[in-house]
């Protein structure tokens, strides 16, 4: 067997290299390289360990010929083109846990530098002046800190802040009750939150419901006097309100680690604004958080060019030889299923089950969960795979729970999910055609026979005469093709539900306007 080779092409910790070599992996330690240089000796090498600063590029894909995988030391993988290399076989990989502990601490340091105004005293005091009374300060004890997002970094906050003998409340649609126990939090919605904290502090990825969650609107509901601190991911907070709301005095002060375009312009709103203070992105800058990240991209690597094993991979599920092929469709299936419910019934899960009967019965039972589980986060979690879903579901207590039916049905295979929600259960299943199609067959208790592609329209009504007419009116007025058309109902004159598949997406004033329609219960856009 031939020596596997890896090119190490960012500055790393030495533990690395020292890691491959003890593994008997063929390693180059190669730093600094332009993009062509690197097109030019990408080609001898079966791995490629970077940081943030190679960009693996189409083009560089396209040379890397002997290139199996690629381990991104750290959580960002923005510098990879991962459908380019999805195409040409490439695994990527990254190690997302690896500085969860230096970003939380970061996040508490950027909390007491606010809550003592240090910056602008230390700046003070340097140039000569002793200005100790234009700083009054506020206590962390007793204050009330707002955690958005509770997962592995989240969780760390609240506990170093419970530490500090603070209250904290969390929103996050996956922690459950037992959970916020365990962790000793409050569980709240995204209002009660702003209502409460004196102190927010944001630790969820960046996806299209998160985007702006401190919009101008949520802002003007938070407690007035509150302190905002973001050291997750830029674009959470509507910068341009933030700005008004800390000139206005609503919010007392902000601390940011990241900005929606990095590095800001010279000219950002935000610098020079009152009790506003920032860092160049620090937060996982520490001497720890890059050893470790190190290390587990070394061992990750390793491990799939010596055993094959996957770990932390962003475009791959972990899945035999002789599985794949056998599993593949059913996993297509699990994951828009879950992707489904996700998107549907979303807030306050505690429950998941993942049932099974017919052909399906006897296949590995974890893909398919955890291909479930990819589809249900992925509208949370910008980086959630095969690989790490599973441990995102545990880590927010979510209760998952594998059943296989030992009996006949109506279908050959049958893949059914049910989320529990505060609202009662929410079920959707799926069965495959002959050539290994999916196609959903039940809704909520509803028979409806429906592919699950691209942008979709789901509505549920009361069974009228007249009722679908009006809807494709609506959607033909606004200059949206409809691509499928399916209904499922309970029964005449009973609950009804249709999915409709759209050429485009859904404008939100549509979505309003199909609301007022009369008999109209839910309307939601979806998108597979």
């Not at 083009?59 to 750290?74: I, P, Q, Y």
């Not at 919009?215 to 830029?234: D, F, P």
């Not at 679908?468 to 033909?476: E, Q």
């Amino acid at each position: 067997m031939t020596q596997p080779k890896v090119l190490i092409s960012d500055k790393m910790d030495p533990k690395a290299e020292a890691i491959f070599k003890e593994r008997g992996i063929d390693v180059d330690v190669i730093t600094g390289k332009t993009k062509d240089e690197l097109i030019a000796m990408i080609g001898d090498y079966d791995g490629l360990a970077i940081r943030s600063a190679t960009k693996v590029t189409a083009d560089v894909l396209a040379a890397a010929t002997n290139l199996k995988v690629v381990g991104r030391a750290g959580i960002g993988v923005d510098n990879v083109d991962i459908p380019e290399a999805s195409k040409k076989g490439v695994i990527v990989m990254n190690t997302p846990f690896g500085n969860s502990i230096t970003t939380a601490e970061h996040a508490i340091a950027m909390m007491f530098a606010l809550a003592r105004q240090i910056p602008e005293a230390n700046t003070g005091t340097q140039a000569g002046k002793w200005p100790k009374n234009d700083f009054m300060g506020v206590e962390l004890t007793s204050k009330t800190l707002g955690l958005i997002g509770c997962g592995n970094i989240g969780s760390i906050v609240a506990e170093r802040a419970l530490g500090l003998r603070m209250k904290v409340v969390a929103f996050d649609p996956f922690l459950t009750p037992e959970r916020a126990i365990e962790l000793g939090v409050e569980k709240a919605d995204l209002d009660t939150l702003l209502a409460k904290a004196d102190f927010i502090t944001l630790h969820t990825p960046l996806t299209d419901q998160t985007r702006n969650i401190l919009s101008k609107e949520n802002l003007a509901k938070a407690k007035k006097g509150v302190r905002i601190i973001n050291c997750a991911r830029g674009g959470l907070i509507d910068e341009a309100a933030l700005e008004a709301a800390l000139k206005s005095g609503h919010v007392a002060g902000a601390a940011l680690d990241v900005f929606a375009q990095e590095p800001p312009a010279a000219d950002h709103p935000l610098f020079g604004a009152p009790n506003f203070i920032c860092t160049p992105h620090l937060g996982a800058s520490t001497d720890e958080a890059q050893v470790n990240v190190a290390i587990q991209v070394a061992e990750q690597l390793s491990d799939y060019l010596l055993t094959g094993g996957i770990t932390n991979a962003l475009n791959v599920p972990s899945l035999s030889a002789e599985e794949a092929p056998k599993l593949r469709p059913y996993m297509s299936l699990a994951e828009k299923l879950g992707s489904l419910v996700g998107q549907l019934a979303h807030d306050n899960l505690t429950t998941i089950s993942v049932e099974v009967e017919g052909a399906a019965a006897e296949l590995n039972l974890k893909p398919i969960t955890a291909a479930v589980l990819t589809g249900l986060m992925r509208r949370y979690s910008d980086s959630v795979n095969m690989v790490n879903a599973p441990h995102l579901a545990r880590e927010r207590g979510l209760d998952v729970r594998e059943v296989r039916h030992d009996r006949d049905g109506d279908y050959h295979t049958l893949v059914r999910v049910t989320v529990a929600t505060e609202q009662g259960d929410r079920s959707v299943a799926g069965t495959l055609f002959s050539n290994g199609d999916p196609r959903l067959v039940e809704m909520f208790g509803i028979k409806v026979e429906a592919d699950l592609d691209g942008h979709m329209l789901y509505i549920v009504n009361e069974d009228a005469p007249g009722f679908i007419g009006r809807i494709g009116t609506a959607l033909g007025e606004a200059g949206l093709n409809i691509g499928t058309f399916h209904l499922g109902r309970r029964d005449a004159g009973g609950e009804a539900v249709l999915l409709l598949s759209l050429d485009s997406p859904m404008p939100e004033p549509l979505l309003w306007q199909l609301c007022q329609l009369p008999g109209v219960k839910t309307v939601k856009g979806l998108k597979f």
